[in-house]
C-alpha cells in the first residue's frame, strides 16, 4: 500500500501513554496504551450506558487465536482444488504476503475466466467491525464487482422471515417505532414479547451511545408502566427490570396469542370498529381464532395445552392488555423458525385487535431491542461507505447460469445442490453452480444453522479464500487466509447509530498492526492491482483520502440540503475526532401509524388493500402449504408433543427424561462469534459453553451444574457446561448462540467439545414465502458425560 498521505495515519512509535478514541460494536471509547500496547479501554463520556464488554477489547488484538501471517492449507500448496476434502482436516503453511496474493488472485482470475460471476459467492454476510472505508464485505464485493459480478443474496440471517411478512401485513420491513418519549409519557404496559433488549441494544451495526439500553434500566419499578416477558428463558432484562416472566413453550407464541384473541372476541374486549376501519381479513381470522375453519376454537385451555401457559394467565393477559395502553415489543427471536412469519403476523393481528395501533404509547413496534429502537434520530447528515455497487471493469465472457440471486440463509443448500430449484416469495429460483468462495467479514460457521450440513457443502467448490483477523472455524475451513488487522490497528470513520444517526466518529488507529497483518483496504487494494483493477479500485486515493472524502461528501450534503447540523470543515472534526447530532424538537412525540389511524385513506399503508392485511390474497394465491394466508398456528415437527415425525423423535428420547427443546438467544458476552476469542471464559462452565437446564429436567438425568453435558439432535451433538436455573422453563435448554465451532472425534464419534449451537439446529428453510434460517425448535437429548472430556483447542492456533 502506499504510504499514507495524510495526518489521520499517525506514526505510532513514540513511547508513551496515551488514549485515543476509537468505536466499536459495544460504543466509542477511548483505547488506552503504553509503550505502543494497548493496556485498557475507557469508556466515551457521552455512552448513557457502556458496555461490559469493552474491557476484554483491549486483549482482543493478542489474543491466542489472532492470524499473525498468510496462511495457505497445506494440501492446497501441493494438489489445489483437488484437495478440497481436506478443508477443515488440514495444517496449514505460513506464506509470503506476495505468495498468499498471488494465489487468491489466480483463484479469483481463473473462476471468472472458466466459468463467469456466476459461480462465485462473495456476499460474505456477517456484522464485520465498524468503519466506513475498511468496510470488508463492501471492499470485497467493490472488487468481485468490477471483475462482472457474484451471486447477490436476499433477506438476513437476522430478519428474514419478519421483513419478508411485514411488507404483507403493515407495507413495509421494518417500520419505525413509536418514540421512547411518547411511551414513557403514555404507555402503561409493554409486552416484551421474545426478546431480551438490554443483551441485543448493547451492540449496534455501526456503534452506539447506548440511550436504549439506559430507558430500559429506568423502567424498573416505573409507577404507571409495568413489564412482561413472554419467552421460554426468563430474559436478562426481565430479571433486571422486575418484569412479569410468561413462559411459553418454544415455538408456541401463535398458539398464546390465538389464546388471547379468543378471549378478547368472547369478552367483546377486541377494537371491532378499528378492525372494521383499519384492516382488512378480520373475518377470515376470526373465523380461525373460533374455530369455525379448522373445528378448533383456539380457547385458553386449548392454548395452555399447547404453549405450556395456564388457562388463567392467559385469559388475565388478555384482559389486562385490553385494560392498558399496551405496546407489544416484539422480538426476533420467535421468527427465526419454522413457520417463521407467522409469529409477528399474529402479533400484528393482536395489537390491531386491541385497537391501539397508532395511539400513543400503544400497538406494536418490532427494532425496540435492536439499535436503541424507537430512540428519536439525530439532526446531521448520513455518512456513506465506499461504494461496492461499480460497474464491471472487465469483459465478462461467460452468460448467467441461474439466478442472480438467492436466499441468503440457504447458502449451504446453495453450495451443496447446484441446478436445484426452489419456490422463494412468488418465485422460482434456480441455485447457481458455486466454484470460489470468498469470505470476509463474518464467520458462517457460527451463523448459519446445521454446522455439520454447512462444512460439508464447504468442502464443494474449488477454492476458498478468507480474509479474518482470527483463526475461527472459517478461517481454519479455507485455502488461502489473508490476516486482517483488527480495528485497533488502522484508522476510519463511522456513524454512530443505525436508526437514530447520533453523528460520526472518527476511529484513530491506537496500535501497529500486528504481526504480518494488513488493513482490509490494503489486502482488496493489493488483490485489485494483481488483477489490473488498482485504479477503478482505489480511484486513485489511499485510505486516508478515502475517509475525509467520505466526510466531505457527507458535509456536502448537509450544506446542500439545508440541515441545521451543518458539518465542519475537515481540519476541525480531525481534531476533535467526533461529532455528536442533536435532537430537533420534530423528531420529539412520534406515534408509528398515528397519520393511517386518524385517516385510512387518505394515508394507506402500502400494502395490497391499503390498510392492515390480515389475510392476505396475495399469499393465497402463491398455494404454500408451510405460509396460510392468515396468521396460524403450525405446530413444527421438532416441537412439543408433537407426533407427526414419530421415528425422529423417537430417536431423540433416551431412557433418562426424553427430549427437550433448544433455545438459542444471544449472548451478552459477544456478538454473535465477535470476541469468542477473548470472551470464552466469561461464557464457560467446565471449560466449554454453558448449558442451561431447568432443575425438573436436570434431576431427571442425574445433571448438578458444572457437569459436562452432551447435548444431541438429529443433527449432530456438542459437548457443554451445566448451570442448572430455574431461569429457563422445564422441558427447554439454552446454548446461547456464537460459541466457535471446534469439531473432534472422540471415542469415535464426531463431536463438537466446545458448545457450538449451530451444530444442532436445522438447515430448513422457514417457509416457501421467506427461506429464513432456523435458530431454534430443535429437539435435543441431554446426558452426562461420563468419559474424559476432551481439550477444547479453537482458541489456538491451528497446527503448522
Known sequence: ??????????????????????????????????????????????????????????????????????????????????????RGNDSYVPVSWDKALDLAADAIRSTYRDFGPSAVWGRSYGWKSPGSVNNSIALLQRLLNLMGGYIETGNSYSTAAIGTILPYALGIKDPRSTGWDTILEHTERIVLWGCDPLVTNDI????????????????????????IAVNPVCPRTAQEIGSQWIAARPGTDCALMLGILYVLIKENLADEAFLSRCTTGWPELRSYVLGDEDGIAKTPAWAAAESGVPAHDIEALARDMAAHRTMIMFGWGPQRARYGELPPWMAVALAAALGQIGLPGGGIGTNYHYCN?????????????????????????????????????????????????????GSRIEYPDVHLVFWAGGNPFAHHPDTRRLEEAWRRPDAVIVAESFWNATARHADIVLPASTFLERTDITPIGTYINDGIVLMKQAIDPIGGSKSDYAIFSALARRLGLEEPFTE?????????????????????????????????????????????????????????????????????????????????SLGYADCPPHPAYLKPYEAYGNAEH??????LRNPEGGYLQLVSPKSDARLHSQLNAVTFRKSQIAGREICLINPADASLRNIATGDVIRVSSLRGAILAGAVVTDSVRPGAVVVHHGGWFDPQKVEGEALDVHGS?????????????????????????????????????????PEN
Not at 540 to 555: M, V
Not at 646 to 651: E, I, K, T
Not at 759 to 786: E, F, H, R, Y
Open 540 to 620: 486513485g486515493l489511499t485510505e486516508a483520502e478515502w475517509i475525509r472524502k467520505l466526510y466531505e461528501d457527507a458535509r456536502s450534503r448537509s450544506l446542500a440540503s439545508g440541515l441545521k447540523t451543518l458539518l465542519p470543515k475537515w481540519e476541525s472534526f480531525e481534531k476533535a475526532g467526533v461529532i455528536l447530532y442533536p435532537h430537533e424538537k420534530k423528531n420529539e412525540g412520534y406515534v408509528a401509524f398515528a397519520d393511517f389511524r386518524r385517516d385510512p385513506e387518505a394515508h394507506p399503508l402500502k400494502t395490497e388493500t391499503g390498510k392492515i392485511v390480515l389475510y392476505s390474497e396475495r399469499i393465497a
Open 757 to 797: 449451537s449451530n451444530v444442532l439446529t436445522p438447515d430448513d428453510p422457514a417457509s416457501s414465502l421467506s427461506c429464513g434460517n432456523i435458530a431454534s425448535t430443535a429437539l435435543v437429548q441431554v446426558s452426562k458425560w461420563t468419559g474424559t472430556a476432551p481439550e477444547v483447542k479453537v482458541f489456538e492456533p
Open 1 to 86: 500500500m502506499a504510504p499514507a498521505s495524510h495526518s489521520i495515519l499517525p506514526e505510532l512509535r513514540i513511547m508513551t501513554e496515551r488514549e485515543t478514541l476509537t468505536a466499536s460494536h459495544w460504543g466509542l471509547f477511548y483505547a488506552l496504551t503504553k509503550d505502543g500496547r494497548l493496556t485498557g479501554a475507557r469508556p466515551f463520556e457521552k455512552d448513557c450506558a457502556p458496555s461490559p464488554n469493552l474491557e476484554d477489547i483491549a486483549s482482543l488484538p493478542y489474543a491466542e487465536a489472532r492470524i499473525l501471517e498468510p496462511m495457505v492449507r497445506r494440501s492446497f500448496l501441493e494438489r489445489g482444488k483437488d484437495s478440497r476434502a481436506d
Open 373 to 425: 429502537g424507537g430512540c428519536p434520530p439525530g439532526t446531521g447528515p448520513q455518512l456513506g461507505q465506499i461504494p461496492s455497487r461499480v460497474p464491471p471493469a472487465v469483459p465478462v465472457v461467460h452468460p448467467w447460469k441461474g439466478s442472480r440471486a438467492v436466499p441468503v440463509a440457504r447458502m449451504a443448500d446453495v453450495l451443496a445442490h447446484p441446478g436445484k430449484v426452489i419456490a422463494w416469495n
Open 646 to 651: 414419530a421415528a425422529d423423535a423417537a430417536a
Open 204 to 227: 449496534d451495526w455501526t456503534t452506539t451511545l447506548h440511550e436504549g439500553t439506559e430507558i430500559f434500566r429506568s423502567l424498573k419499578g416505573h409507577p404507571r408502566i409495568r413489564t
